[in-house]
């Protein structure tokens, strides 16, 4: 299958950069995320009048504008990753600033050429930051200057955040910095797929998605994580590790991660908007089953009684054989957990440099027959894909033992489940997932703070 978008990304001064950097550790270059383009750009000042905005604007950085050296191409202390002091174990570093010219030293030179150089956007395209850069979410998303609302598209999926301001649980806003980047990569890949991705609170009321990130207060009710009607609460505590860690021995799981929530229940949202009352409908009975079946029932059944002995053969994880909208929501984790993972690795060459398809690895590749529709005109791409995953997550597995860690990817896959999987590409890659209904803009209520 094609490379959607590399993970690979470099500053105008040739070094890598990151999904989440806002500024390059290197020269200083502020750093912002396109999500439109999935590409992290260097930054400068933009240039010229800039009416009607009273926050900085942007611009992707280039030589022409900015010279050797510019005040642009050094983070503006106004610019600079909020300072987080009051957030136990946390500390920002200063503000690069650029060293004073020697009036005798001789002309700088051009910046080495990135060795993958972004892709540039129109040359008029302004941008302003994410209204978060300057909160504990540290957000580096950028907005293009003509939109009307001061979050970009994964800060403003929000409704209610924790409270910031209570004296009783001072790490709030740690924790909630963890959710932001945990949430911004789902919402990045999300985009990446062309799913609609609109915001029940100022885009799409009707069936937009929307996120409550709680915490419960001290000794108060815990927070239960969950979706309903384009809802997704999730349980801040969950971004405490030892917390996260408890609650996944107690659940007896392999993997329990902030982002594999988001990823999950963004699942159940999905089924609402794809397959519901849709053509798809007869072929997730055909693999899931009938969601039909009394959910409540179901899941108790699962706590008391425990999953059925050949779950293994049939499941992608004990959790999937309570109901099949937990069969798809586990599913569907799965698929942008490799979509996700497979585009980084061939992002930064891995899977052609380390000639993963003719490494040394035991391994015994998947058939067509194991497919939902084998016959289907790209269902040998996407065998290719998932014996990518196979050889990539076998190695990787070893890598990670060999740093005493747990595995990668601590998961089998049976044929019942790769069949669920091109069943899930299929709705995404239809182009039923575009015909999204048009965004539009709500004023904007103040975003809560949970109380």
């Given at each position: 299958?094609?490379?959607?978008?590399?993970?690979?990304?470099?500053?105008?001064?040739?070094?890598?950069?990151?999904?989440?950097n806002s500024a390059c550790l290197t020269c200083g270059s502020p750093l912002g995320y396109d999500c439109e383009q999935s590409l992290v750009y260097p930054l400068m000042l933009a240039a010229g009048p800039t009416q009607n905005h009273t926050a900085p604007l942007w611009q992707v950085w280039r030589p022409s504008l900015a010279g050797a050296?510019?005040?642009?191409?050094?983070?503006?202390?106004?610019?600079?990753?909020?300072?987080?002091?009051?957030?136990?174990?946390?500390?920002?570093?200063?503000?690069?600033?650029?060293?004073?010219?020697?009036?005798?030293?001789?002309?700088?030179?051009?910046?080495?050429?990135?060795?993958?150089?972004?892709?540039?956007?129109?040359?008029?395209?302004?941008?302003?930051?994410?209204?978060?850069?300057?909160?504990?979410?540290?957000?580096?998303?950028?907005?293009?200057?003509?939109?009307?609302?001061?979050?970009?598209?994964?800060?403003?999926?929000?409704?209610?955040?924790?409270?910031?301001?209570?004296?009783?649980?001072?790490?709030?806003?740690?924790?909630?910095?963890?959710?932001?980047?945990?949430?911004?990569?789902?919402?990045?890949?999300?985009?990446?797929?062309?799913?609609?991705?609109?915001?029940?609170?100022?885009?799409?009321?009707?069936?937009?998605?929307?996120?409550?990130?709680?915490?419960?207060?001290?000794?108060?009710?815990?927070?239960?994580?969950?979706?309903?009607?384009?809802?997704?609460?999730?349980?801040?505590?969950?971004?405490?590790?030892?917390?996260?860690?408890?609650?996944?021995?107690?659940?007896?799981?392999?993997?329990?991660?902030?982002?594999?929530?988001?990823?999950?229940?963004?699942?159940?949202?999905?089924?609402?908007?794809?397959?519901?009352?849709?053509?798809?409908?007869?072929?997730?009975?055909?693999?899931?089953?009938?969601?039909?079946?009394?959910?409540?029932?179901?899941?108790?059944?699962?706590?008391?009684?425990?999953?059925?002995?050949?779950?293994?053969?049939?499941?992608?994880?004990?959790?999937?054989?309570?109901?099949?909208?937990?069969?798809?929501?586990?599913?569907?984790?799965?698929?942008?957990?490799?979509?996700?993972?497979?585009?980084?690795?061939?992002?930064?060459?891995?899977?052609?440099?380390?000639?993963?398809?003719?490494?040394?690895?035991?391994?015994?590749?998947?058939?067509?027959?194991?497919?939902?529709?084998?016959d289907h005109p790209e269902a040998e791409h996407f065998l290719a894909f998932l014996n990518h995953w196979n050889r990539l997550t076998l190695m990787l597995n070893q890598m990670s033992r060999s740093m005493g860690q747990s595995d990668f990817y601590p998961f089998?896959?049976?044929?019942?489940?790769?069949?669920?999987?091109?069943?899930?590409?299929?709705?995404?890659?239809?182009?039923?997932?575009?015909?999204?209904?048009?965004?539009?803009?709500?004023?904007?209520?103040?975003?809560?703070?949970?109380?």
């Open positions: 299958m094609p490379l959607l978008a590399s993970r690979n990304y470099r500053c105008q001064c040739g070094q890598p950069v990151y999904f989440r050296v510019t005040n642009a191409m050094v983070m503006n202390p106004l610019d600079a990753p909020p300072q987080l002091q009051d957030i136990p174990g946390q500390q920002s570093a200063p503000p690069l600033q650029a060293p004073p010219l020697d009036p005798a030293a001789p002309p700088m030179q051009e910046p080495p050429a990135p060795v993958n150089p972004p892709m540039v956007p129109p040359a008029a395209q302004l941008y302003k930051r994410c209204l978060n850069r300057a909160t504990p979410a540290a957000c580096n998303w950028l907005i293009p200057a003509q939109d009307p609302l001061d979050f970009c598209r994964a800060c403003r999926l929000n409704r209610t955040i924790p409270d910031l301001t209570d004296a009783g649980q001072p790490d709030n806003g740690y924790l909630w910095g963890l959710v932001e980047t945990a949430k911004r990569r789902l919402v990045s890949s999300l985009i990446i797929l062309g799913l609609p991705v609109a915001s029940k609170v100022t885009e799409d009321p009707g069936r937009g998605l929307m996120f409550d990130l709680l915490r419960a207060p001290l000794g108060g009710k815990p927070v239960m994580t969950g979706h309903e009607s384009g809802l997704i609460t999730l349980n801040v505590d969950e971004a405490d590790d030892a917390t996260r860690e408890l609650a996944r021995k107690a659940m007896r799981e392999p993997y329990r991660t902030l982002l594999g929530h988001f990823r999950h229940e963004v699942g159940h949202y999905y089924w609402d908007r794809l397959v519901a009352g849709t053509r798809w409908l007869d072929g997730f009975h055909q693999l899931f089953g009938d969601e039909s079946a009394d959910y409540v029932a179901s899941l108790q059944r699962n706590y008391s009684e425990g999953p059925p002995a050949n779950w293994p053969q049939r499941f992608v994880s004990a959790y999937a054989s309570s109901h099949p909208w937990e069969d798809w929501a586990e599913c569907w984790a799965h698929y942008l957990h490799m979509r996700d993972a497979i585009d980084t690795a061939r992002g930064f060459g891995l899977i052609a440099s380390l000639n993963v398809d003719q490494a040394d690895l035991e391994f015994t590749p998947f058939m067509l027959n194991a497919l939902w529709q084998p089998t896959l049976p044929s019942a489940v790769l069949a669920k999987l091109q069943f899930i590409h299929l709705v995404v890659t239809s182009g039923d997932a575009s015909a999204a209904s048009p965004r539009q803009f709500v004023q904007p209520e103040p975003l809560l703070m949970a109380t």
